[in-house]
């Protein structure tokens, strides 16, 4: 079963439920990036451990590489990466579109030649549904165009057209695909359910095309819409604005999705205007070069004056990272001095936990403002996360 539960509201600020074939979802949530199928150096049961809930598949990269055989011959993605709990998928659009010069944009879909192989490969939305379908996330996402940045109103307005003629034909291929997994699983039990389709908002930097674009997703109708085409490149105030402009137009009985954002002050900000899911590489991806975020501000662990710190990365942080030791001293399980000696041997122990550390802390973020949410106290949590982030760490 799918659906969404509003629980508590303060302000734009939604703590809500995400009901979800494998199974619910509190919002509002970060979700892990898993591109490859594996959230980079963290297994499963660690993913469980520090709170994530929902992680995501690259609809483009795993299609590749290893294939839908391999895929479908484990029963979907779940069983493929031994996550149980709820997926999202995206639909491909973004990296076929990336592709640059490999690629031939039309109105059926793209043609492009395998990064990989070379390959000729069509993606079109038909066929994104088709490979999210036997991938068998809870989350699917309609097949769209990422319209570039900077773009001009005229371009922008062509791409925002395109992608919502994309998203009626995802719409209608989910629906056929999932009329066709009804009669051949009748029994419907977990894994072969009707999983939710979300519409993607498109329409750049420009209010009206955005509102467009909103409204027409609306009319096809989705289980849930996300906020693509932010993130881009854009001064930040852009952003900002487009969200401001647009989460007060967005049906409240459906979740809101902001893709590929961003900074901890990001998610505050977009749960502040109304966002229930988030997704970014940033805390894997810096957790690997040695970025670190923690409560009073980012440490960046290379640097040679953690070479004799015994301290945890954070000591507010309860990540198994910073937790303390099981070996009956005051130490944290990882000392600051033992992870800038694994970062400055290139470790992949190193990476790995750092990336623990930073996806526990985002998750950790997203915790404390459901709860807040819950309480009617979350303005007063965000000026006090603010502060305290300003501090900077020592
Ligand atoms: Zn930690």
Redesign the pocket.
């Known amino acids: 079963m799918t659906g969404f539960e509003l629980l508590a509201q303060e302000g734009l600020a939604r703590r809500g439920r995400l009901w979800l074939n494998h199974g619910p979802v509190d919002t509002p949530i970060f979700m892990l990036v898993g591109t490859y199928g594996a959230v980079k150096g963290v297994p499963p049961e660690m993913l469980a451990r520090i709170g994530a809930r929902i992680v995501l598949g690259n609809t483009f990269h795993l299609w590749l590489r290893p294939g839908l055989e391999v895929i479908a011959r484990h029963g979907g993605l779940h069983r493929f990466v031994n996550w149980h709990g709820p997926m999202l998928t995206d639909s491909g659009g973004f990296q076929v579109w990336s592709l640059g010069d490999l690629r031939k944009i039309s109105e059926e879909g793209v043609a492009f030649q395998s990064p990989v192989n070379g390959d000729r490969l069509f993606l079109s939305p038909e066929v994104s549904m088709q490979i999210q379908r036997v991938l068998n996330s809870d989350i699917a996402m309609v097949f769209d165009e990422c319209t570039p940045y900077p773009s001009t109103r005229e371009a922008a307005a062509a791409s925002m057209e395109l992608s919502l003629r994309w998203a009626a034909r995802s719409r209608q291929a989910f629906d056929r695909e999932d009329a066709e997994q009804s009669r051949l699983f009748p029994a419907r039990s977990v894994g072969t359910a009707p999983n939710a389709l979300f519409g993607i908002v498109q329409g750049g930097m420009f209010e009206d095309l955005r509102d467009v674009s909103l409204a027409r997703l609306v009319e096809i109708g989705f289980e849930g819409y996300a906020i693509g085409g932010l993130s881009v490149g854009e001064p930040k105030e852009d952003m900002l604005r487009v969200l401001a402009h647009l989460t007060p137009k967005m049906p409240q009985a459906k979740p809101r999705y902001l893709m590929g954002v961003g900074t901890p002050e990001d998610l505050v900000a977009g749960v502040s205007e109304g966002v229930d899911l988030f997704d970014c590489v940033m805390p894997s991806r810096n957790g690997r070069n040695g970025w670190l975020f923690t409560r009073f501000g980012d440490l960046k662990i290379r640097n040679a004056r953690y070479k004799d710190d015994l301290r945890?990365?954070?000591p507010t942080?309860t990540?198994p990272?910073?937790s303390p030791s099981t070996h009956g001293d005051d130490r944290p399980a990882f000392t600051r001095s033992y992870l800038h000696h694994l970062q400055r041997i290139d470790e992949m122990l190193g990476a790995a936990l750092a990336s623990l550390?930073n996806l526990?802390?985002y998750l950790r973020i997203m915790a404390e403002m459901r709860e807040a949410i819950a309480q009617g106290r979350f303005a007063a949590w965000r000026v006090e996360f603010a502060r305290d982030r300003a501090r900077g760490i020592d």
């Open positions: 945890s990365i954070d942080c990540c990272v910073c550390h526990g802390f």
